[in-house]
């Protein structure tokens, strides 16, 4: 089993795509060890509490600086000895340490097809008026590793969302939510679990699932 702990900040959405995906089994060969708040008032740690999962809090406004918030994320993650690492709206970017150490083990989501609509910056409902403003056609929602670039590491999964004459920010971050990153993420989480993830450069390869697997 894959000993999993996902970082969260706020409301806790895909965190609850995760663990209901874990729920129904679609998620395999995952442990679900830990979630890692950013906030102690996040609504996603009642989430955590009520699936049974640990929860630990990393509050970032006790930290002087972005460096000394990786590193303390980092130490939790090693003394807990975990595997892979979600980022399932957290909000906040981690240091090249900690990515570096967990290379290819740090998953993820943007609300957006990268390359479009994403890097430092780009984040919650901003990602969704630059897509209205640009005026596109489909949007959608991005899984992909973690490098110390925001939004540029290697894709796992992508799921396009149309986008409405009459949409506002609200009503494509819900749809995008919805209809891609609630699917992609618990997926790709599986796909890492399974062992199903290969890193070569900037392309993911997926490979297909064994049987009992």
């Given at each position: ?21 874990h ?18 008032d ?11 999962i ?10 002087a ?9 980092h ?12 980022l ?24 957006a ?9 780009c984040?919650g ?13 489909v ?5 992909h ?26 009503s494509?971050?819900?749809r ?5 990153e ?7 989480v599986?796909?890492y ?21």
């Amino acid at each position: 089993m894959v000993k999993t702990a996902v970082l969260v900040s706020g409301g806790g959405t895909n965190l609850q795509a995760i663990i209901d995906a874990h729920i129904f089994g679609e998620i395999k060969n995952c442990e679900l060890a830990a979630v890692i708040s950013s906030n102690p008032d996040a609504f996603a740690i009642q989430r955590a509490e009520r699936a049974g999962i640990p929860v630990y809090v990393v509050d970032r406004k006790i930290f002087a600086n972005r460096a000394s918030f990786s590193e303390a994320i980092h130490k939790k993650l090693e003394d807990l000895d975990i595997d892979l690492a979600v980022l399932a709206g957290f909000m906040y970017v981690l240091d090249s340490p900690l990515i570096h150490a967990y290379r290819n083990r740090v998953i993820n989501i943007h609300p957006a097809l990268i390359p479009s609509f994403c890097g430092d910056g780009c984040y919650g409902l901003r990602v969704h008026e630059a897509a209205l403003e640009y005026g596109v056609k489909v949007s959608g929602a991005t899984a992909h590793f973690c490098v110390t670039e925001p939004d540029a590491g290697p894709i796992i999964l992508q799921k396009a969302v149309e986008v409405r004459e009459d949409d506002t920010p609200t009503s494509l971050q819900r749809r995008v939510m919805e209809e891609a990153e609630w699917k992609i993420l618990p997926a790709a989480v599986s796909l890492y679990c399974e062992g199903r993830l290969e890193v070569t450069g900037r392309t993911v390869k997926i490979s297909e699932a064994q049987d009992g697997v």
